[in-house]
């Protein structure tokens, strides 16, 4: 079975520009998670999506970040304009049950 | 909100010994509390989990303990070996009206020593 994937697997791109980064959940589960960890700190839950519904966005840092789930499957979020606080790597998991399942992750930098 | 604190940041061990990373919660609604091996380069793997109506479970060298009086759960990993060295993290979530977001500790980097 193939585990979550993300795409780009790095991304690095100027103040003010636009990036979007995509997952791919394992192949059945509902629930999708984005998370992000800045340098040094701990890993933060963004939003948290059940089939293309948004069940839970309180973690959304502000109105920069959009993240959609058109047909329930891969999931896009996107930041625009980017700024430099939004370096860091985003991690998408998702789940079927309990257990959520990590992907590898897409690092984003912003110069 | 949740908030997990996660000690110590950094663990070095010599192979062979054990290994204990602790964590504390600060929501008592909490009731599911997982914990992340991540090495470098690799994702975020899920290695055991715990739940609130458990005290204890174990997985061959790997145990999850649980004090929800005292809010706080720990990783105990005997016998280690050079490939337990990674970063791990615990998480704590409230699975309850919807919002099964996680909330994670900082990390703990264990260092395996042979």
């Known amino acids: 079975e193939a585990g979550v994937t993300q795409f780009p697997s790095h991304s690095v791109i100027e103040k003010g520009q636009t990036v979007t980064l995509r997952c791919d959940p394992i192949?059945?589960?509902?629930?999708l998670y984005w998370y992000r960890r800045v340098m040094g700190k701990e890993i933060k839950f963004l939003l948290h999506?059940?089939?293309?519904?948004?069940?839970?966005e309180s973690g959304m840092p502000n109105n920069r970040f959009l993240a959609e789930r058109t047909g329930g499957t891969y999931s896009t979020l996107k930041v625009q304009p980017a700024e430099l606080e939004d370096s860091g790597v985003y991690f998408c998991a998702s789940s079927y049950g309990t257990s959520q399942f990590f992907g590898p992750g897409t690092r984003l930098t912003v110069l | 909100g949740e908030n997990v604190e996660q000690h110590p940041s950094t663990l070095s061990v010599q192979e062979g010994d054990s290994a204990v990373i602790k964590c504390t919660y600060s929501?008592?609604?909490?009731?599911?509390f997982p914990w992340y091996k991540q090495e470098l380069g690799k994702r975020p793997q899920l290695i055991i989990d715990?739940?609130?109506?458990?005290g204890e479970k174990k997985d061959q060298r790997i145990a999850v303990t649980l004090n929800k009086t005292a809010k706080h759960f720990s990783l105990h990993i005997t016998e280690t070996q050079p490939e337990d060295s990674a970063v791990y993290f615990c998480a704590a979530r409230y699975s309850g009206g919807g919002a099964d977001g996680l909330t994670f500790g900082k990390g703990t980097h264990l260092i395996i020593q042979p």
């Open positions: 999506f059940v089939k293309e519904s948004k069940q839970d």
């Open positions: 929501d008592s609604a909490s009731n599911y």
């Open positions: 192949s059945g589960h509902d629930n």
């Open positions: 715990i739940r609130s109506n458990v």
